[in-house]
């Protein structure tokens, strides 16, 4: 499965005693209790393995491991690498943290030197065409390209995802409103880090608040520029008393209309 709606819709047909409303995100998610997990997959370990393994691409991928670490950053496979279902077509997915680095200047250098690539029109047409959803095409196509945590290594596509929790810490749940709307909005910043957390301006609708923010797990929807227009529809949560919005696409009935930058 490609997509999330995919993965989705087969929790909530075969697996529905899984799904729990979590107070902490305000909805409901799938919830699988540790004594039904057969393996853990764990993704810095694997880099291990990829030591004694001489197959494409996953020296390419531990080429690109070593060559972030050089730099500050301490990643692990994802994806079909991680849990060896890939093809000759796989991309290279990571997993990363940063360690006294800025890893999106980083990044930036690597794009600037020629050591990684961004995707091409036609690359990133496939890209969204396997996997697209929610953003309509001709945005995704152009978000994708200019992506620094997504490009080629060596011939090879890849996927970086830099987790960082802590700007998350504090916005999270219980909430005392969970309520599905259509929102215009305005990114007041950017970021590359999976949670993406945005401060937005909520245009629309007119509601009061203090304090609003985008809070995103999904790639499509890290490296939105600043000053970036996204209407759609999605979830808001919201605590009173502190005159805050959290604002979520995550949902599976999300839909974004449209986003301009």
Do not use: W
């Not at 999330?4 to 998610?29: D, N, P, V």
């Not at 090879?156 to 749940?173: A, H, N, V, W």
């Not at 999904?218 to 939105?224: F, G, Q």
Request: hydrophobic share 35%; with cysteine; glycine share 6%.
């Amino acid at each position: 499965m490609k997509r999330f709606s995919e993965a989705h819709e087969l929790m909530t047909r075969y697996y529905r005693h899984y799904l729990r409303f979590l107070h902490e995100i305000g909805k409901i998610t799938p919830v699988i209790p540790h004594d039904t997990i057969s393996e853990y997959m764990r993704s810095r370990n694997s880099i291990k393995e990829l030591r004694k393994n001489p197959n494409y691409p996953y020296t390419t991928a531990l080429e690109l491991t070593e060559l972030l670490a050089q730099h500050g950053l301490n990643c692990g496979l994802s994806g079909s690498l991680l849990g060896g279902y890939q093809t000759k077509e796989s991309d290279i997915d990571l997993i990363c943290t940063e360690s006294q680095v800025n890893s999106y200047e980083v990044l930036k250098v690597l794009r600037r030197e020629g050591v990684v690539e961004s995707l091409s029109h036609s690359e990133a047409l496939e890209e969204v065409l396997k996997v697209g959803e929610l953003i309509a095409r001709n945005h995704h196509v152009r978000t994708l390209q200019e992506k620094l945590t997504q490009g080629k290594f060596k011939g090879i596509k890849y996927t970086l995802r830099i987790l960082d929790c802590g700007e998350e810490r504090g916005l999270t749940g219980p909430y005392d409103v969970n309520r599905e709307e259509h929102v215009l909005i305005k990114l007041i910043n950017t970021t590359h880090k999976t949670p993406a957390v945005y401060r937005v301006s909520v245009l629309r609708p007119r509601i009061p608040y203090e304090k609003a923010y985008l809070i995103s797990y999904r790639a499509r929807l890290t490296e939105l520029p600043q000053g970036t227009l996204i209407a759609g529809k999605g979830l808001t949560h919201s605590r009173i008393d502190e005159r805050l919005i959290i604002v979520d696409f995550d949902n599976p009935d999300s839909t974004i209309d449209f986003i301009t930058y």
